[in-house]
């Protein structure tokens, strides 16, 4: 009998399945839209410690706003921009307009978790899980 292949780890490179933990990652893109009716950005990251899941790429997202000139509003104790002034030094005590590519060339320690359950609570099967930036610690010591 042949052995299948994990899914997550095989096919679909858009969310791959990596041990959760730590890592020392960078900056790719971000893309905002509508998600379950509210506001999303996701940002992708990758892995740049060097080892068997270098260059592979997570996403972060985060609840947010964007006003007609594309640019993204933060609210002041959000993820969104806690984490921004953690990696960028950049502080806006009231939030406001934010330039998410300031993150463009700076390393990111960030914490790597799995997806297990869907927007339900539901349980995921083990093929359908994959890997998430949970959060961003601050700026990456390299």
Known sequence: MESVPHPATEYDDEQPLIPQGKYTMTYVKH??????????????????????????????????????????VTRPKSDLQREFTAVTGICRKRGGI????????????????TVTKDKRQTELHEFCHYSKVAYLIGKAEI
């Open 31 to 72: 893309h905002y839209q509508k998600m379950f009716g509210r506001g999303s950005l996701m940002v992708t990251f990758k892995v740049i410690d060097f080892g068997e899941h270098f260059e592979k790429k997570l996403v972060r997202y985060y609840n947010c706003h964007k006003t007609s000139q594309r640019k993204i």
């Open 98 to 113: 934010i330039q998410i590519s300031a993150m463009k060339d700076i390393p990111v320690l960030a914490k790597v978790a």
